[in-house]
């Protein structure tokens, strides 16, 4: 599947779990459900993805989980806050490096609509 369809298809499905759940759950529970969505849209879902990182030749095993990888090329990180922050951004892009992985998506369950939660990260090459 070319990117710019799995992007949009996993876009489609992040939006029909806050249709129906709406605003003001867990994360945890939005997790639950859209891999559950993912999955009935016969995706490859991965969930709390260990990353490893190296410093100075020590090897520290599991040192992050990232939320979900979708098709081993698609990273989402899913968030219930009032907006993004810049630290926000520097996690995924710190999750996209040690993964080694291009492109991601934030998504915050928490506003009115998630059209108004995403955003698009993309580390540079």
């Known amino acids: 599947m070319e990117f710019d369809q799995l992007s949009a298809k996993v876009l489609g499905c992040a939006i029909e779990v806050h249709r129906e759940l709406g605003p003001g ?6 997790q639950r459900c859209l891999v559950h969505e993912l999955k009935l849209a016969s995706l490859k879902v991965d969930t709390r993805v260990p990353i490893s990182l190296e410093y100075k030749g020590l090897r520290v095993h599991n040192a992050y989980y990232a939320d979900i990888l979708v098709a081993n090329t698609l990273l989402l990180e899913l968030k219930c806050v009032d907006c993004f922050t810049t630290q926000h951004t520097a996690q995924i892009l ?12 934030l998504l ?4 009115p609509t998630l059209r108004q939660g995403m955003q698009r990260v993309v580390r540079s090459l």
Request: include cysteine.
């Open 25 to 30: 759950l867990l994360e945890s529970a939005y």
């Open 94 to 105: 710190t999750y996209l490096k040690l993964l080694k992985l291009e492109c991601g998506l």
């Open 108 to 111: 915050n369950f928490s506003l």
